[in-house]
Nanobody
Framework: QVQLVESGGGLVQAGDSLRLSCSAS????????MAWFRQAPGKEREFVASIPWSGRRIDYADSVKGRFTISRDNAKNTVYLQMNSLKAEDTAAYYCAADREGTRSVRTEYAYDYWGQGTQVTVSL
């Protein structure tokens, strides 16, 4: 059974940076597409970024493009989300997800087979 554990969330001010990490165990991390989603209170979960196993064809939501960077270290079974220039509207619970079909980079949450429990990011003005 694949387990995903997120860390790195917290309370920051607008304009600050945070780096989220997601550590995977119990599966073949290096073959999965990994992604980050987020869910703000009262809103549906939304796609943030994805990275296939090769690290190519990375995809970002328009709302974070140019501010967030997704990366992965297959040797450490970890995916990262570097978040810069944070805004109040980035406040949400951030979830790590894994897609066993590791060659694609998709935005649909139903394509993802495994999910973490989430880490909260709160950005104050």
């Amino acid at each position: 059974q694949v387990q995903l554990v997120e860390s790195g969330g917290g309370l920051v001010q607008a304009g600050d940076s945070l780096r989220l990490s997601c550590s995977a165990s119990g599966g073949t991390f290096s073959t999965y597409t990994m992604a980050w989603f987020r869910q703000a209170p009262g809103k549906e979960r939304e796609f943030v970024a994805s990275i296939p196993w090769s690290g190519r064809r990375i995809d970002y939501a328009d709302s974070v493009k140019g501010r967030f960077t997704i990366s992965r270290d297959n040797a450490k079974n970890t995916v990262y989300l570097q978040m810069n220039s944070l805004k109040a509207e980035d406040t949400a619970a951030y979830y790590c997800a894994a897609d066993r079909e590791g060659t694609r980079s998709v935005r649909t949450e139903y394509a993802y087979d495994y999910w973490g429990q989430g880490t909260q990011v709160t950005v104050s003005l």
